[in-house]
């Protein structure tokens, strides 16, 4: 079956900045909409940004123009370059993919990666 692998998460300081990156991997045919999404303690799953499979790219209005989504087809993978972080960046963040399979289209998610933003 289809998995997501995040990596890229850890500890960074206010102004700092880090890349995200989650490769799926499995039966696929090819990839539509690739998504990254963070949660915080305490509060509801918020979209941060989207790639489209023809590259148009929609961010949520707290992250726009410091992060930026991108994707390498060739290695099913989607990144998240995160600049100028601060605090309230701070949350686990999961990444969604839209996969087209031989059998059907199915979202896979991944399976998290913290991002702490601290002095």
């Known amino acids: 079956q289809v998995q997501l692998v995040e990596s890229g998460g850890g500890l960074v300081q206010p102004g700092g900045s880090l890349r995200l990156s989650c490769a799926a991997s499995?039966?696929?045919?090819?990839?539509?909409?690739m998504v990254w999404y963070r949660q915080a303690p305490g509060k509801e799953r918020e979209l941060v940004a989207v790639?489209?499979?023809?590259?148009?790219?929609i961010y949520a209005d707290s992250v726009k123009g410091r992060f930026t989504i991108s994707r390498d087809n060739a290695k099913n993978t989607v990144y998240l370059q995160m600049n100028s972080l601060r605090p309230e960046d701070t949350a686990v963040y999961y990444c969604?993919?839209?996969?087209?399979?031989?059998?059907?289209?199915?979202?896979?998610w991944g399976q998290g990666t913290q991002v702490t933003v601290s002095s």
């Open positions: 969604n993919a839209e996969v087209n399979q031989f059998v059907g289209v199915r979202k896979y």
């Open positions: 499995g039966s696929i045919f090819s990839i539509g909409h």
């Open positions: 790639i489209t499979g023809g590259g148009s790219t």
